[in-house]
């Protein structure tokens, strides 16, 4: 190697030294720079020292889960009223209106935007269950009418008459399904009070959200229609007994649940039901919320459009084509409306209920005992615990297994809520379903007959003395009613009415 290649050489690896040098000065002053960059480390707090968030002021601070429908997506407090610029619970609580769909608020909250609605349910049978309500005081001798359910009187002492027993029995046990009742509370016996009854959607206690439903599902309906009354039919139920040798399953080591307080057995459904229809199908609104008789739905209104002047349809009910159609109010499903053509209807029509020939099973309880007991011994329930009440139910589990303090034999008033002394037990002589009663009504029609009336009812005080025993009304048990059990007249459908006919001067069934 020359002279020249090593002095070439050397400058070279010198010449990389120093910028190798440079470079790394530049790398430690751009570090350097980053690091001064950084933003400060954050403080923690001192030991016991608590951090205090700022607060969100207004309802969706704590009930930031709730949802509304479109059409009530405003504040709060239009409804519930309090204050909804308060950062404290107790200020923005002041003057809450906690349910204020109930009868009490519904006039002043729902009524605001739907005056003709709160105006005309006031009235309507749904809302005041007048029907039943003097239904059962007539029998028991009670003479003039009430308006509405609120109206049945308080015994605040001991029943001294037959009467007074029915009127607590009333309020206590028997008118535990109405809009001022938040329900029993088994799983799907629950609902909101008021209007909130019909249009908001509750289950196992909770509220599911606050987005009203305009049109009221089948599990709404179901909240107050279970049991053996028109509406768990339609589905095909049929409560067991209360006694725990006729429900299911016989024996289990854990709990289950019974969404209606009571098994059920599963029977066929109604023919309607079968196609998919709800009940809001045929029962819409004006039948339900007014107290027009005129739009009252009857199964001859749509499958006899002919022989019916004038006939009550349901509002979702349109002629197409020369046929009526049902469209479904839920899912906006089409049903074409089949017409009677059998000659068994022209030829019985103005005579014999439709169901009398249709009804494929009926309720049939008879007869129901109801006792008021005002003392503190409970044994002798030991396998009626089930009583198709949770309130009972509970007492029972607690007085006979829990070795805690013994619950007092108290009952609340189903409609003030008052705790008021005695409980009210139940039970039946017999359920069944397979046999199909058929009477004249006082206007002479053949109709189906359930006894409803076929009552009994019994009081023993705190002391032991048996004030009534087996108090019994005035007037016959069994009465008409019309089965949510739908289905094709079979082959013998005439062995169910025709000993009615052959003797046309007999006494009207029902009115023996």
Sequence with gaps: MSFLDVSILWYSVKIMKVKFILLFCVLVTVSGCRETEKPA??????????????????????????????????????????????????????????????????KETCGSCHPEQTEHIGDSLHFTLRKKVNLIRNHFGETEPLRDLTRVPIIEDKPATVR?????????????????????????????AGCGACHMAVIDGRLVSHEIIRTPADMQCMSCHYGNFVGADYYGRFQSDFNLEYRTPFTTSEPYARPYGVEYHELVPDIHKQRGMTCVDCHGGHQLMFSREEATVTCSGCHQREQ??????PENVVAEDGRLVLVARAGGKQHVIPQA??????????????????????????????????????????????????????LLEHNLYSSEDELEPVMHDTITGRPMPGIWFKGYTERRWERITTGRDRDGRIRILRPILDLRLSYIDAEENVVFDNATGIGPGLQPYTPHTTGPAGLLYLNRFIDLLQDETAAPEADK
Excluded at 41 to 65: F, S, T, Y
Excluded at 173 to 180: I, K, S
Excluded at 308 to 313: D, F, K, S
Aim: aromatic share 8%; charged share 30%; hydrophobic share 30%.
């Design 308 to 313: 019916v002047r004038e006939p009550a349809l």
């Design 341 to 394: 053509v059998h000659p068994a209807h022209e030829r019985f029509g103005a005579t014999v209920d439709c169901q009398v020939c249709h009804a494929q099973w009926t309720f049939t309880d008879a007869t129901t005992h109801l006792l008021r007991s005002d003392m503190d011994d409970y044994y002798d329930w030991e396998r009626l615990i089930v009583q198709s009440s949770s309130e009972i139910e509970t």
């Design 164 to 192: 007074e027993l029915a009127d607590d029995m009333l309020r206590r046990r028997c008118l535990r399904c109405h809009v001022y009742s938040t329900g029993d509370e088994y799983p799907y016996t629950q609902r909101a």
């Design 41 to 106: 480390e954050k403080q923690e707090p001192a030991v016991g020292q608590e951090i205090v968030q700022p607060r969100l002021k207004g309802c969706r601070a704590c009930h930031d889960d709730l949802r509304h429908d479109e059409f009530h997506a405003f504040a709060c407090t239009r409804c519930h009223r309090g204050d909804d610029e308060a950062a404290g619970r107790e200020e923005a609580h002041a003057n809450l209106i906690a349910r204020p769909a109930h009868p009490d608020f519904m």
